[in-house]
């Protein structure tokens, strides 16, 4: 592992998330502005090679896992040349996606060793769906869920909880996992440019457990261990095939073992998803310069906690959050 990807704070960069669009199919309400986004011209975003050539680089100086992420990744067209760029890398591919057209990709996937598959899904409430996505795909979303389950996918599925609207579903959630051998993982709501983020919608890791503890007796609950550089802390109900975790950004941060970088559709790295601060690598790319020392830089001028909102107090300032992109052009 070459060292520009080794911040100050001794932390090593071996996980990029690359934006492959700023479009998607669904508009969640905590994601996608009611007005929508302005998005990027075309021209401004990474082609295929852009996108190879930029990954290759994180590679060979050690970067171990790619994630692709959008909007909706799989509404990029022909995605499935670049699935095949990619897995030529030696890094795991994996990718996040609301699952509404996954079906249609099972066979690349398994062409391409894509494996690990985290969906986005908010409620299995079908109205509660369509309310939070604006879009009514419920059920081709759940039963492309049931159909990565049987073709033998790791599937997450991301529930972002929202007080007083899906924070009465977490039960269950976790009984899915009675039956499937599937990781719920409960997101603390995050305040991001336009999604309308108040502290007081937001549902902690505490009051999860709770819920939680309540539900089940405690010989019941086991904490599992979490994977190295984990943003979840993991669970698992005794004899249920599956599990569920908590990220908690918000009430718990876990920056100490990041190892994430962002890559932006439009070709910008950001150091961390609550910075405001990018790097933008497309442009000198396209110059012929090195993206390199671009990469060093952005990396060695990372603050050690959620981009320098170190405490929930500057986390409450929206003044902050309006300098950061909206998530759907960040990707999560
Ligand atoms: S908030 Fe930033 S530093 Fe913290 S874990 Fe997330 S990306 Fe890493």
Not at 178 to 206: C, H, Q, T
Not at 228 to 236: F, G, V, W
Not at 267 to 283: M, P
Not at 302 to 318: S, V, Y
Request: with cysteine.
């Amino acid at each position: 592992m070459n060292n520009i990807l080794t911040d100050r704070h001794n932390r090593k960069h071996t996980y990029l998330r690359i934006s492959l669009t700023e479009r998607c199919n669904l508009r969640c309400t905590y994601c996608m502005p009611e007005g929508g986004v302005a998005l990027s011209p075309k021209s401004h975003i990474m082609s295929f090679d852009e996108i190879y050539t930029i990954a290759k680089t994180f590679a060979d100086n050690g970067v171990t896992k790619i994630r692709l992420t959008g909007g909706e990744p799989l509404i990029r067209k022909d995605i499935t040349v670049l699935l095949k760029k990619l897995a030529s890398l030696p890094v795991e591919l994996a990718i996040t996606t609301n699952a509404v057209s996954v079906d249609r990709f099972i066979d690349t996937f398994k062409a391409y060793g894509i494996q690990n598959i985290n969906v986005s899904l908010d409620s299995l409430d079908a109205d509660k769906f369509k309310q939070i996505t604006r879009r009514n795909y419920f059920d081709k979303v759940y039963y492309n869920i049931l159909l990565l389950v049987k073709n033998g996918f790791n599937v997450k599925l991301n529930a972002v909880l929202i007080k007083g609207f899906n924070d009465n579903e977490i039960i269950d959630f976790i009984n899915l996992t009675k039956k499937l051998a599937i990781n719920i993982r409960f997101i603390e709501f995050m305040p991001f440019d336009g999604n309308k983020w108040d502290m007081k919608k937001m549902v902690s890791y505490n009051e999860i457990m709770n819920v939680v503890n309540t539900s089940f007796s405690e010989d019941k609950v086991n904490r599992i261990q979490d994977a190295p550089n984990d943003t979840s802390k993991n669970y698992k109900i005794e004899g249920y095939r599956g599990s569920f975790a908590i990220i908690s950004s918000v009430t718990n941060p876990f920056c100490d073992s990041c190892n994430r970088l962002r890559l932006t559709a439009n070709g910008q790295i950001k150091n961390c998803l609550f910075s405001a601060k990018e790097s933008d690598l497309l442009t000198p790319l396209r110059e012929g310069k090195a993206i390199e020392p671009i990469i060093q830089n952005a990396i060695k001028t990372k603050l050690k906690i959620r981009g320098g909102m170190d405490t929930i107090e500057k986390l409450q300032k929206p003044e902050l959050h309006t300098k950061n992109r909206n998530m759907t052009t960040i990707g999560g």
